[in-house]
């Protein structure tokens, strides 16, 4: 919990400038730039559908504070079970070698 409260450091006072008023999902795989409506308290990612929650640093300046984790693991759930049932290429992968 400690972790919540961290400082910003120099570093992160210079990148909000660039990503003034938007932050950006935290999907590895998504990376889409979230514009979260002021005062809201948290977004849905368009493109990939997690949510996340939003913290204000100042009144026009959002932070993601952490993910929804139970529509996330719900979204990782759908995703690994429709991995489970797909069968993986893994002879064709193999092939190229
Ligand atoms: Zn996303």
Known sequence: MANDAEKLSAAETLR???TF?????HNP???ERLEPSPGTD???????GMEYRIYWV?????????????????IAAVALSRKLTTPKNESHAKEGV
């Open 42 to 48: 948290h977004i849905k990612c368009a493109t990939c």
């Open 16 to 18: 909000k400038t660039r």
């Open 21 to 25: 008023g938007k932050v950006r999902c």
């Open 29 to 31: 795989s998504c990376m």
């Open 58 to 74: 100042r009144p026009d300046l959002p932070r993601i504070r952490g993910p929804v984790w139970e529509v996330n693991r719900k």
